[in-house]
């Protein structure tokens, strides 16, 4: 839908100081009917690319081909695209029903509509019933709820979403991921992006990654997680501090002292299997080992 | 145009829930009290004392306003992230720069109404005489403050907010001193000088021209050329400003 190619942007904080390099060469694609999560340290660039595409910054080389889907003038793709930045700030002084008349109305959404869509909307983010309210009663869970209804206040086909899961709390941010999967099932292409890799993986089947402002992986999902898997397993087993196993492995209590946990190879793993059966060892649970995104790209450990 | 007047709507309708009219109000009272007490004080002119300081403070209300507030007008949307949301949608820059003006510029001129009402009627009450040159002071006093409007958000565009007010203050004193019949005593026999003040008169603003106060107080009247011409001073010299201010809004990077 969108491609990325080549892109760089430079940035001068100040007349004397040295150049900023915040996009080194980042190429990718945000691909039709996908949920691809845009994944990256703070600062890694990933808000500078989402303003890039948002047309809010210009480049300082490199092109952005848009789709011819979306259309082929600026107003024609943008109707078709909808944002929500990082922690936005509304009018204080008008009530979250206006603010979303007014975003819908900027878009051409004819009023009956617009009705229609914040009664679909409005109960599924949870905030029908503080539309009428003025924005400064909002809470900030609140506010993002409202943001992402005025983006969807249009029907957009392609949904880009900056951190929109940052500040909410556990609940909120699984009603939000729920909302997310939602409109993908609908049809829509969603872009987030989000420094919380487990976020990504749960919902995301691309994902685009930047570390320092350069590209480090863009593909799917399964792909990664296929590639980097691991032919392990691991049994998980009551810890009662009597156990002297000959099989190959490696054991951690992961900070818990009532549990023990034991790496295996494939190959080992019903020789393993019978040796705890034997020791009268209590096991709570055996999976083969799978790497998370996390671990992938930070080398981070459980 | 239903990009600007939408803009335009929701920016009025944001400050006026702010009650950023209540400024209109309580100066409105402030004024009628001190016109009170003034012409007390004075010896058979009341009338000049009302309009003087109804005139004063309708200066004084409306370029605060432009100022204190206008400043806040994009830069804050800017910096709070709340642009995004508007120009993500298939809008173009220089209609949302707009409708943010013509917004404002409805309260400047709703604040301008609620004031210049009490300052008139204060003035009839105390028997004065409402003439034309009254009702071009104000039209003037509204393009003063649509000037220092435009200046200020001009400046916010490129610069923090304390520097632009303090920048567009500076530019105000000195557009009011620079009257060149004030100063033709002092550029005589200074050539440097004259060239500096001539290539001030060029570029920035000459709020001098706006400036009818006297003129109103000891009821002297202008030429309606002088009348006119002033008037389309300031309308094109707000025309400058705006297109001058799109052109950077319209490239600025929105970081």
Known sequence: MIRLENINKDFKPD??????????????????????????????????????????IRPSSGNIIYDVKLGKKKEEIFSKIGFLPERPYFYPHLNGRDFVYYMATLSGVPKLLLKERIAYWAPRFKIDFALDRKIKTYSKGMLQRLGFLSTLSHDPSLIILDEPLSGLDPIGRKEMKDVIVEIHRSGKTVFFSSHIMGDVEEICQEIVFLQSGELQYTGSVAALLHRNRNENYLFCVKNNDRYDLKTPHTSSTRGREDTIYFEVSADDKNIMLKELVENRMEIISMEPVQKTLEEIFYGAKK | ???????????????????????????????????????????????????????????????????????????????????????????????????KYLGFLSILFLNLIILASMSLITFKVLKGDITNMILWNIIYIFIEALLVLLLVVLFSLNTNNTVSVISVIVLYVTGHAMDPNTLKFFVEGRPAFEKLINFYHFVLPGFYKLNIKDFVLYQENLSSEYLISTLGYGFLYSLFLITLTAVIFERKDLN
């Open chain 2, 1 to 99: 145009m239903s990009t600007i007047f939408t803009v335009a709507y929701y920016t009025f309708k944001e400050l006026l829930k702010s009650r950023v009219l209540m400024n209109a109000f309580f100066m409105g009272c402030f004024l009628i009290a001190l016109t009170y007490i003034a012409s007390e004080f004075t010896f058979g002119v009341p009338q000049r004392i009302a309009i003087d300081f109804g005139l004063g403070i309708l200066t004084l209300s409306s370029v605060g306003m432009a100022l204190f507030f206008g400043v806040e007008l994009l830069s804050k949307e800017i910096e709070t992230r709340t642009i995004y949301m508007i120009i993500s949608r298939p809008v173009e820059r220089y209609k949302v720069l707009l409708g």
């Open chain 1, 15 to 56: 007349a004397f100081g040295p150049v900023f390099k915040a996009l080194k060469n980042v190429s990718f694609e945000i691909k039709e009917g996908k949920i691809t999560g845009f994944l990256g340290a703070n600062g890694a660039g990933k808000t500078t690319s989402m303003k890039i595409i948002m047309d809010f």
